[in-house]
């Protein structure tokens, strides 16, 4: 996979209404071997990687959904995302999160992300196992965190768009309980196609 890697300037508005630079990264996680987008400034680090269709129906069948809930969540844009508090470790900086209040921006609407309570509200509607929702719950970042210097967390995402849609995304974090913003332009989450097996495997 050819490597790509981009920087797009974009502006965070802070409480006090005054514009901060910061930069959005694009690029190909070398993990994933797939598409990431990350905001960073000095305090706050957040980075989407794509995950493939292929990839959640695998995941969550493994973990005991049935191929129709499993397929719900692969059509549901999912990226994993890494959030962290990367402030100075003798810094007293707190940063929280809430996900309900993230937007994402499309050419005519602006909605939320799909959450955890929203999934597993459809799970016991469901009856998916049990083991298969908890699972799931553990597999999502979490709704709401609050991180000190050097804290951070990962997880899923889901953003209930179609494969290959692109959108922006509205962040939200408070620092020091100081609500800021940030948007990450032209998002694209990953397209539906079949994973194909690395040269050489099963001959």
């Not at 630079?21 to 980075?47: C, H, K, M, Y």
């Not at 989407?48 to 292929?54: F, S, Y």
Request: net charge positive; aromatic share 12%; proline share 4%.
């Amino acid at each position: 996979m050819t490597r790509l890697f981009k920087s797009i300037h974009v502006v965070l508005l802070t409480g006090f209404n005054s514009l901060v630079s910061a930069a959005v990264s694009t690029g190909i996680d070398q993990t994933a071997q797939l598409p990431f987008w990350e905001w960073r400034n000095q305090t706050v680090s957040i980075r989407l990687v794509q995950r493939l269709p292929d990839q959640s129906r695998a995941y969550f069948v493994a973990r005991g959904f049935s191929s129709a809930d499993a397929e719900r969540i692969a059509q549901s844009c999912v990226f994993q995302t890494v959030f962290k508090n990367i402030a100075a470790a003798d810094s007293d900086t707190v940063i929280r999160y809430d996900l309900t209040e993230w937007r994402i921006r499309l050419a005519d609407s602006s909605r939320s992300l799909k959450v955890k309570h929203q999934w597993l509200h459809e799970w016991e509607q469901s009856q998916a196992p049990k083991k298969a929702q908890i699972a799931f719950s553990w597999s999502l970042l979490p709704t709401r965190q609050q991180y000190r210097p050097g804290d951070y967390n990962w997880g899923m995402t889901t953003y209930n768009l179609p494969p290959g849609q692109r959108f922006d995304l509205k962040l939200v974090w408070y620092q020091n309980e100081q609500n800021q913003t940030a948007v990450i332009p032209d998002l694209q989450c990953a397209a539906d196609v079949e994973i194909q097996p690395a040269s050489g495997i099963g001959q």
